[in-house]
Structures are given as structure tokens and as C-alpha cells.
């Protein structure tokens, strides 16, 4: 079993930066693929970004392609996300997500934190 805890949420405005972290419980992160992904009012949840379990290999949506940067410290049991150049179409809940599996679709993590609010303002 594994617990997952965004924080780092935050109103900002555009053009500002924000960093989450999703910190782990019960198991190390080494074992998973780490994912983020978002969920605006009234719409279906996306993916943003995942990162292999050696942080490797990381892929992004292309909305947030060189802007976003996902890391992860696995001696740490954290997992990052640093979103500059902020847009008022990044606000939503962002959840952070641990899977063996771990592709861009949401049914193939396994653990879900409770999500973090991101407001950006224009």
C-alpha cells in the first residue's frame, strides 16, 4: 500500500511558476512509475507528465511541453513537478499517481493522492 500527499498548490498569476511535490508513504517510489495529472471544473481528468522509476525517461502532454519538468527523488519518496510560464487554462486539481504500469492513462496507476488546487489567474 502506498499514500501519496500533493502539496505545493497555490493561486498564482499567469506567467508565474509553481512547484508541487507528492510525497510517499508505505512502500518506496522506486518501485513505480510516478504520474501527474489534472482535473479542471467540469471537465474529464488529464494526464500531464510521468517519469520512469530510474527518472530516466519522462513524457508530457503537449499543452505543457517546455514549461512543465517532473522529477523525482526516490530516496526522498518525492516526486516533483515544476510548472513555470503558468496559464490561466493550467488551474485545476492536480493529482499526483504511482503505478507498475503507469502509462498516460488514469487505469494504470494503481495509488492516487487527494490532489492539490492550482489557480492561475490572468
Known amino acids: 500500500q502506498v499514500q501519496l500527499v500533493e502539496s505545493g498548490g497555490g493561486l498564482v498569476q499567469a506567467g508565474g511558476s509553481l512547484r508541487l511535490s507528492c510525497a510517499a508513504s508505505?512502500?518506496?517510489?522506486?518501485?513505480?512509475?510516478m504520474g501527474w495529472f489534472r482535473q479542471a471544473a467540469g471537465k474529464e481528468r488529464e494526464f500531464v507528465s510521468r517519469i520512469s522509476r530510474s527518472a530516466g525517461r519522462t513524457t508530457y502532454v503537449d499543452s505543457v511541453k517546455g514549461r512543465f519538468t517532473i522529477s523525482r527523488d526516490n530516496a526522498k519518496n518525492t516526486v516533483y513537478l515544476q510548472m513555470n510560464s503558468l496559464k490561466p487554462e493550467d488551474t485545476a486539481v492536480y493529482y499526483c499517481?504511482?503505478?507498475?504500469?503507469?502509462?498516460?492513462?488514469?487505469?494504470?496507476?494503481?495509488?492516487w493522492g487527494q490532489g492539490t488546487q492550482v489557480t492561475v489567474s490572468s
Open positions: 499517481a504511482a503505478g507498475v504500469g503507469g502509462s498516460y492513462v488514469g487505469g494504470s496507476y494503481d495509488y
Open positions: 508505505g512502500r518506496t517510489l522506486g518501485s513505480y512509475v
